[in-house]
């Protein structure tokens, strides 16, 4: 038994270093950031700024050149950034991240007039060479969640890497507002939106970009907040035959629901229209930004396993396409299309992480492309 399960892991561990050695592999670690200089990561370390068991990179973006990852600070101490960068090079399996956009938004920034200072990042979302970071200004969020500043919407130019925006989103939040996913969507005529999740109040807020006005939507369907701690709203872009919409549906909820995201009327008075009833419990990772949203299951059995479900066909589990599997034991977190033109996942012991039973090695996440494993895997689900 033994030797079986060691040769099935070599055999694993082949196939994934082979595709690793044509669009890269990236294993993530809280080992490995990079300071600008030892006296900032001395400091860090001094102050019980850096802990490397407490880093998880949990959502990411990707262009041409670099991943734009976000390590949360789901607790009170020991990430020195939430947003962070490396540049992709197929032969580094283990980059150093760095701060991003700067090691000064971080810290102790603040009192050094412009600068934007950035609280904690928990999700980014690129659109047309701009970076939007949603901060939520608020700490320890897995325990007693605490204020540090306003919640904003951070834009960073990825050709001059400054930050181009910071939008104060107190204004339409509450004390009871909880912020997760941002995603951008431009509607026929061009006009970009920012919408981000605020499943503490069942709503979305909409950024329009080119008035600088924020409204929100009310959604359809309110969950009771104090049975699902971890409630989740998610939200994906899809792109069907040129029109933008905007898919959401909680995690422990039966629905899936659309906006049409590309109608400015839509999205003036939130026109939501219901897409289906989910046949299995379906935790929502991430779109191809065309018609392909890509999930994990919630409840079966190969609940790491990554699925793909093409909104042009019905929401049936027959139109489920098993797309990749995690044989590494991780949990995927997010699925999101990027360098080389692939589809990436990034996995990580996230469970672990959140149950507070990582082992000595520590939180560790892998930045992979989708591995399209066989097809005839693809009924398993049923
Ligand atoms: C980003 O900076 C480049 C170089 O200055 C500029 O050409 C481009 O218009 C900027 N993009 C945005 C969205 O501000």
Redesign the pocket.
């Known amino acids: 038994m033994v030797l079986i399960e060691i040769t099935f892991l070599l055999l694993v561990e082949m196939s994934w270093l082979e595709a690793a050695d044509k669009y890269g592999t990236f294993l993530l670690s809280g080992s490995n950031l990079e300071w600008p200089s030892v006296a900032e990561e001395s400091s860090d370390i001094l102050f019980g700024r850096y802990e490397p068991r407490k880093i998880l990179v949990h959502g990411f973006q990707m262009d041409d050149e670099r991943a734009y990852v976000a390590m949360p600070r789901f607790m009170k101490t020991g990430v020195p950034w939430s947003l962070g960068v490396f540049r992709l090079d197929v032969m580094d399996f283990e980059p150093d991240i760095r701060p991003y956009p700067d090691y000064s938004n971080y810290g102790s920034c603040g009192g050094r007039g412009t600068t934007t200072c950035i609280v904690n990042v928990v999700d980014v979302y690129i659109e047309?060479?701009?970076l939007w970071a949603l901060d939520t200004g608020t700490i320890n969020v897995m325990w007693k969640p605490l204020r540090q500043g306003p919640a904003q919407l951070i834009s960073v130019?990825l050709?001059?890497h400054t930050v181009?925006g910071a939008t104060d989103l107190s204004v339409i939040t509450w004390p009871d507002s909880v912020l997760e996913y941002v995603v951008a969507v431009r509607s026929l005529c061009g006009r970009l939106n920012v919408y981000v999740s605020d499943v503490g109040r069942h709503k979305i807020i909409v950024y329009d970009v080119d008035t600088g006005s924020l409204h929100a939507i009310q959604l359809p369907e309110t969950i009771p907040m104090d049975s699902h701690r971890r409630a989740v709203l998610h939200l994906v872009p899809v792109g069907v035959a040129g029109r933008g919409y905007l898919y959401f549906t909680y995690r422990h909820s039966g629905y899936m629901f659309a906006l049409d995201a590309w109608s400015r009327e839509s999205v003036t008075y939130g026109s939501v229209s219901e897409v289906g009833v989910k046949p299995v419990g379906m935790h929502v990772l991430g779109s191809d930004r065309g018609t392909n949203v890509y999930f994990r299951t919630t409840g079966g059995g190969n609940d790491n396993d990554v699925w793909a479900w093409d909104v042009n066909r019905p929401l049936e589990v027959r139109s489920f396409v098993l797309v990749h599997r995690s044989y590494l034991y991780l949990t995927p977190t997010a699925v999101a299309a990027g360098w080389q033109n692939m589809v990436w996942t990034v996995e990580s012991n996230y469970d672990e992480y959140i149950t507070g039973n990582v082992d000595c090695t520590g939180p560790r996440a892998l930045l992979r492309p989708l591995n399209g494993c066989a097809a005839d895997d693809s009924n398993e689900i049923l």
Do not use: D
């Open positions: 047309n060479g701009v130019n050709t001059t181009i």
